[in-house]
């Protein structure tokens, strides 16, 4: 059975379409990514499927469950992680746990056992006499999601769950949603972090304007805009332009110039590996001296902008 399934789902605020038509099929066990900036519609997709907002349009079922005809019983297979911490800052990491799982119909001792087998989990043991307000960013995004799971939930929503983190935190959490997974949860997790959906999700859909654009595997959706992508960092950064014009003609493809100063990164389709030699070759004739190279599969970045560049030109 798929964890999510959702056909025409829409949400409208005013004369705002947040959400204009998803299409998603959530297969049971994995981590799913839905993938987009800031303002695309996921925020708005997760808080419908999780019954906190009710859909305008369209159907949306978790394990089977319609979300508008039975909300109790949806809401009793999944938890859902915001984007910002939700747990008390004036109680100590214990103090969260224990108010929860009360609350969730434990009993005292079960309460107690499962903050403590949490805390420990989650490295958080040494802290968890300390109030809140005095954890780092990234131990309360812990306490956070270690909240969500007192009950283990068949689905758990992580809505963009590393933001602000610094990359030991988010390496932290990225072994905490794995971890979560092996236990046998669904996780469906949104994010604008394109290396946070590569190290994590099995299948991702793009999301832009309330629509999604894209869907596949991290191989598929890098597969759909090239084989492979070339990166170059030149000597001098005077001779950029030119070596973009060269590399254009050559490779028969956009040459993007990167952030940084130097550097360029061009889209290949078809003879990959002889293309860029070729390029290389063309480069040193003309006198353009390359001081780093690589060829390989594009990166989430260069799929995400080479998608909604797309969509742009049909608009």
């Known amino acids: 059975m798929n964890a999510i399934e959702t056909a025409g789902l829409v ?24 993938l987009g ?22 159907q949306a079922r ?28 004036d109680l100590t990491g214990t103090e969260n746990l224990l108010l929860l799982s009360r609350l969730l119909g434990h009993s005292r001792r079960h309460a107690k056992d499962r903050a403590a087998q949490l805390l420990a989990a989650f490295g958080l043991t040494e802290a968890a006499g300390k109030q809140v307000k005095h954890y780092s960013g990234g131990m ?16 758990l929503f992580l809505d963009e769950p590393t933001t602000g983190l ?22 469906l997790l949104t994010t604008q972090y394109l290396d946070e959906a590569d190290q994590l999700a099995s299948r991702i859909a793009v999301i832009d304007h309330g629509k999604v654009i894209a869907e596949g595997t991290k191989g598929e959706l890098k597969a759909s805009v090239g084989v492979g992508a070339v990166h170059l960092r ?27 100063p130097v550097a360029l990164t061009a889209r290949l389709s078809g003879r990959a590996t002889e293309q860029a030699a070729e390029a290389l070759a063309q480069l040193a004739r003309e006198g353009i001296t390359v001081d780093d190279f690589s060829l390989g599969q594009p990166s989430l970045d260069e799929v995400f902008l080479a998608l909604t560049d797309r969509k742009e030109a049909a608009a």
Do not use: C
Not at 63 to 85: E, I, W
Not at 169 to 184: E, K
């Open 62 to 89: 978790i394990f089977g469950h319609d979300v508008r005809a039975d909300p109790d019983k949806v809401r009793s297979l999944v938890s859902l992680t915001g984007q910002y911490a939700s747990v008390d800052e």
């Open 140 to 155: 309360r995004r812990r306490l956070d999601i270690a909240a969500s799971i007192l009950n283990t939930p068949k689905l």
């Open 37 to 58: 900036p800031n303002g695309a519609g996921k925020t708005t997709t997760v808080r419908m499927l999780a019954t906190l907002l009710r859909p305008d349009d369209g």
């Open 234 to 260: 030149l000597r001098d950064a005077d001779q950029r332009t030119t070596a973009q014009a060269l590399l254009s003609r050559v490779l028969d493809a956009d040459v993007l110039l990167d952030a940084d």
């Open 11 to 34: 949400k409208v605020f005013g004369d705002t379409r947040a959400v204009d038509g998803v299409d998603l099929t959530v297969p049971a066990g994995t981590v799913y990514g839905l």
């Open 166 to 187: 610094d990359p030991r935190s988010r390496n932290q959490v990225w072994d905490i949603v794995r971890a979560v997974v092996q236990h046998g949860t669904t996780v």
